[in-house]
T-cell receptor, first 116, second 119 residues
Framework: AQSVAQPEDQVNVAEGNPLTVKCTYS??????LFWYVQYPNRGLQFLLK??????LVKGSYGFEAEFNKSQTSFHLKKPSALVSDSALYFCAVRVLTGDSWGKLQFGAGTQVVVTP | GAVVSQHPSRVICKSGTSVKIECRSLDFQATTMFWYRQFPKQSLMLMATSNEGSKATYEQGVEKDKFLINHASLTLSTLTVTSAHPEDSSFYIC???????????????FGNGTRLTVT
């Protein structure tokens, strides 16, 4: 079964400092990994994805993620965090269901708190 | 970019009544839509996969008679919570898959969610 794990419920970081949100995955076959962000009472916004190619993936709002096959990880990073980055972040793996690639399996989510 | 509109954003209803939530893809056709449920400070739980013109596929443990899903057109899927009870209070989010069956890198677009409160 496909799954992702986010080991941290919450990450606290001061504004301007580097931000890392951890994610590890377990898949059979090639992993198709995604990061989403959710602001309070809103849906999810896509940040970035890893399909194939370079292990370092760049996404929206200055975020990037590093795919590490040996460690089965896909950590989200931002070199300099902003207060506006405070939100709930989800790692997800895409699952093939029947003949559709739509189903996403989400991690538990990590709350990011960036303090001024 | 592709936009998914979900309505209403917030609804309060009395126990025993039914509530309908709409999910529309505004500028693309979505043969497949997904309905998720999210409890406070928790992850998204997939409830069902909605396919245009056919019956929805429900995840294990989700009551199909309680959560009625209709996907009558390529741009609209509805979720009806029937005979709602306080334990149905939650945040419901829909998402839509652009294109036909999609590929491994097909984008998944999310609505802004519906906060349901059953009193």
């Amino acid at each position: 079964a496909q799954s992702v794990a986010q080991p941290e419920d919450q990450v606290n970081v001061a504004e301007g400092n580097p931000l890392t949100v951890k994610c590890t995955y377990s898949v059979s076959g090639n992993p198709y990994l995604f990061w989403y962000v959710q602001y309070p009472n809103r849906g999810l916004q896509f940040l970035l994805k890893y399909i194939t190619g370079d292990n370092l993936v760049k996404g929206s709002y200055g975020f990037e993620a590093e795919f590490n096959k040996s460690q089965t990880s896909f950590h989200l990073k931002k070199p300099s965090a902003l207060v506006s980055d405070s939100a709930l972040y989800f790692c997800a793996v895409r699952v093939l269901t029947g003949d559709s690639w739509g189903k996403l399996q989400f991690g538990a989510g990590t709350q990011v708190v960036v303090t001024p | 970019g592709a936009v998914v509109s979900q309505h209403p954003s917030r609804v309060i209803c009395k126990s025993g009544t039914s509530v309908k939530i709409e999910c529309r893809s505004l500028d693309f056709q979505a043969t497949t839509m997904f309905w998720y449920r999210q409890f406070p400070k928790q992850s998204l739980m997939l409830m069902a996969t909605s396919n245009e013109g056919s019956k929805a596929t429900y995840e294990q443990g989700v009551e199909k008679d309680k959560f009625l899903i209709n996907h009558a057109s390529l741009t609209l899927s509805t979720l009806t919570v029937t005979s709602a009870h306080p334990e149905d209070s939650s945040f419901y989010i829909c998402s839509a898959l652009a294109g036909a069956r999609g590929t491994y890198n097909s984008p998944l677009h999310f609505g802004n969610g519906t906060r349901l409160t059953v009193t």
